[in-house]
């Protein structure tokens, strides 16, 4: 377990560490760009991993980003946020099928406290 508070940038660290052989990439909603300037180390992030922004209704950069290493082919296929997963995951009413692929994974968040804060 990492020292919390968890930046991304100590997770990638930990991670590329951990698994030498393996290529890790940053996966994120597009609304996350505007504040990336924000993270800590966010120069090394996006030098060190690529990174994938998955496109939100409320926020579509385009192709217009200012970091050059930031790929957002995808369509919007689910209107979805790690924070809104949050809130119903705490309000208890998040019906496991709607947002995640099996009751196998909604059982991991829960009982691995993933989104509990």
Known sequence: MLPKPS???????????????NKFILIMGSDNL??????KDYK???KDFPIYAYKRKRYDPGKNTR?????MHSPLFLDISSSKIRKLLK???LPPN???L???TYDY????KLYSQ
Do not use: M
């Open 44 to 46: 090394k992030i996006i």
């Open 67 to 71: 970091y050059k290493n930031i790929f």
């Open 98 to 100: 709607n947002y995640l």
């Open 109 to 112: 968040i829960i009982k691995n």
């Open 91 to 93: 309000r208890a009413t």
């Open 7 to 21: 930046y991304t940038i100590n997770t990638l660290a930990f991670l590329k560490k951990r698994f030498p052989k």
């Open 34 to 39: 505007k504040g990336l300037h924000l993270w």
């Open 102 to 104: 099996d009751r196998q």
